[in-house]
């Protein structure tokens, strides 16, 4: 028996998020789909965590088992020719057994970008939140820093969701502006349902003088959901990375793609 | 009686192409139908020309006739409201009542851009054309410099087409990679059906070393359409901007968009 782990990256805009669900397109649904008609032999995935319909991936994290014998390098060009157009595999990597894409996460690293051009490119309506006017990304990055720590992020988390602890930790959160766009870069340790969206969202009136930064603390504190902004617009929000210790560095078969970036 | 010309943008993934059919997406039907809704009367738009199912635009150029009084940047602020998220309105200005989009355009650039990475990232699908493995920069640039200058194309016109005459002038052709994309920038008096695919679908052997640079100016010689090679896929292809002689630059009333570029 082998641990496979992929790196996917997709387009979310025409999937209904990661999670199989009967009668619409997932990306879990059409993972495993590709590596059954691959392998031989059902497969279930296990995801480094769920992405909602819209959000998009550069690397996402997946592990399964299986007892073919198929190569990495030839896994990925499979994988990569049968998968459709708005999902790619960045490499493939065989792991140790105990290897596990949810439980090992260390970190997972998102970004959210927006874009306060007055009028959006035709281009980019899937891929970010529009935000015509300016922002004030210097009290932004002050709010974004209250939050960085251990803490309670009940305040942040969307409705719905059941988890034993809301404490996380956020490791490191910047906001920058580059051209039209603004850049909300964040690291955690793992984040509750619509987080990262729902503190963007909560930053924005921040961003636009309509709330001040000090007051982010507090709604923090608060731990009360109704307390923060709305929930950012999926189109905007970026999987970049999850980071792993020892486990899932190995380089027992590995190969990744060599040029270009998502 | 008022002149309006106005610059658009669009993804033209979802749209079939440019002219009104009946029963389809089209940006003309898109454009015409959002105008009458603002105006209140019927409106016919003129195009600088039509593009494909699947080219996009950065600078496609239209003007159309109205009695109404709104300003530009009031029906600059107005299209935008109303147009679809992959469609939107750059600039409009008032130009003088002899302005027609088509017959004054003195020119037209449009940018084909390949993307020839190992494995192409999900989110460029519908914006490049996928060509893994290295291409000829130099090669393929000696042949566009073949095509410059006024020559009869009709080796490069797609079928189905009637025209008066074959005859058209390529200004400026450049070929450029950057990373792992290749652009060819193509800038002329006009370009017959298909044209600048059939150009970019010739190049290509070139690139991949199939073919000799010269025989690209043997094929043009031919005025044999099938000498030449396919016809590249629209997703590539991008109307970049078309330009006007003292007409179309009146200054009368303009708005344009302010920040950001497509």
Sequence with gaps: MRNLKIILAYDGSAFHGWQFQTATRTVQETVEKCLQDILGHEVRVTASGRTDAGVHALGQVVNFRTSSRIPAHGLLRALNSMFPPDLSAREVREVPLDFHARYLALSK??????????????????YVMHLPGGLDIRAMGQ??????GRHDFSSFMGSGSSVKTTIREIFDFEVFGKGSRV?????????????????VGTLIPV?????????????????DRTQAGPTAPPQGLYLVEVEYGGHGRSDMDTHRRQEGQP
Tied chains: 1, 2.
Excluded at 143 to 148: E, F, G, I, S, T
Excluded at 207 to 223: F, H, K, N, T, W
Aim: glycine residues 6%; hydrophobic residues 45%; contains cysteine.
């Design 109 to 126: 690293k998102y970004v959210y970008v927006s874009d306060t051009s007055s009028i959006l490119s035709p281009f980019l309506s899937r």
């Design 143 to 148: 709010a974004a820093r209250a939050l960085k």
């Design 183 to 199: 850049f909300f870069c964040i690291r955690g340790s793992g984040f509750l349902r619509h987080m990262v969206r729902n503190i």
């Design 207 to 223: 961003g636009q003088g309509e709330m001040a930064s000090r007051d982010v603390e507090s709604i923090l504190a608060l731990r």
